[in-house]
Every structure is written in C-alpha cells, then in structure tokens.
C-alpha cells in the first residue's frame, strides 16, 4: 500500500530561514537550490538585516518526514526573493498548507507570503524565527502587526531545532484539518 504524502510549503521573506527549518527536520539529505549571491543581483537583493547571507534559494527547497508507515510529510521550501515568486504557483499546487517563516527584526517581509496563501485559501501558521539578538514579542503582538484572522496559528520557534520545528509543522497540519473540517460542516440557517 502506497502511503498517503501531504505537502507543505515553507515560505517567508529572503534570508529568514526557510532552508534551515526544512534542513532541520528532513530525514533525507534535503534537496537545496542554492546560489551564491552575485555583484548581478545586488540592485535587487536587499541585504538588510541578513548582511552575512551569501547564498540564495533559486527555485526550491525539498525535504521528506515519515510520520508514520503509511503518511508522509513532503516539504517544499519556496524561494524567498521576489524575482523567483514565479515558482510558487507551481509549488503551491496541491499543497495541504503552509507556514510562513518571519523574523521579527524584518516583520514586513513576510507580508507577501501572508497574502499569497489569504488570496488562495491556503491554510497557513506564522512560525517567527527567534534569532539570535533580534526582539522577542508575545504571539498576540506578532499576529496584530501582521494583521491575521485569530484562526491563524502563531508560533515562536527556531528554524535549527528539530523539535520545534516539528512543533511548527504539526500546527500547520492540524490547523488545515480544523479548516476543512469546518467548511465540511453543513451550513446552518
């Protein structure tokens, strides 16, 4: 018997840490599509707050979970810069939900994967990468400044710890399961 495989995307803005979390979790050798960052792409590239970043994701990011025997967890991490958001359309296709990676010090970069998944009925949670000296807020703070439904889950987690992305992958999950149980639900008048 074939197991049943779920797809998530993992998304968010340039350098937030979308290879890392797959890298962190994946029981294979995740398949990664990076670059290193050119003289080329520097009028488009905004290295601010990410000054160390010397590589970039091209087209996608790719790791796999078994859950259990028969369910697999497959993710597609999406490229972060806005000249390769061509490709989510072809990597959302299918996808059971998302999380949207953010970093606190560049909050507003996550706003464009927010609206990508509101736009599409995507199910998605916020997961905000606790780096290393940025600010911490509580969840409440986060999904305010992002403007989120209150149905949107909102996570602190770190993008290197298997643990706490897992944390992260299975409120994504449950959160798509609550969704389309609740649009299942027959309308009452």
Not at 51 to 61: C, G, L, P, R, S
Request: charged share 30%; aromatic share 8%; net charge negative.
């Amino acid at each position: 018997m074939e197991p049943v495989t779920l797809k998530i995307l993992v998304a968010g803005g340039f350098g937030v840490g979308k290879t890392t979390l797959v890298g962190a979790v994946s029981e294979i050798r995740p398949l990664r599509t990076e670059e290193r960052l050119s003289e080329a792409g520097r009028p488009v590239d905004d290295l601010e707050g990410v000054e160390a970043k010397t590589t970039t994701t091209v087209a996608m990011d790719f790791g796999r979970i078994t859950l259990r025997e028969d369910l697999v967890l497959y993710l597609f991490g999406t490229p972060g810069q806005d000249r390769f958001w061509f490709l989510w359309d072809e990597l959302s296709q299918g996808a059971l939900g998302a999380v949207v990676l953010a970093d606190t010090r560049r909050l507003e970069d996550c706003f464009a994967a927010v609206d990508y998944f509101e736009r599409r009925a995507i199910p998605f949670a916020v997961a905000v990468n606790c780096f290393e000296g940025a600010d911490r807020f509580p969840v409440e703070t986060v999904q305010a400044a992002l403007d989120l439904d209150p149905e949107v889950p909102v996570l602190l987690c770190d993008a290197r710890d298997r643990p706490s992305v897992r944390d992260v992958l299975v409120a994504v999950v449950e959160h798509a399961m609550a969704r389309a149980d609740r649009l299942r639900e027959p309308a009452t008048t």
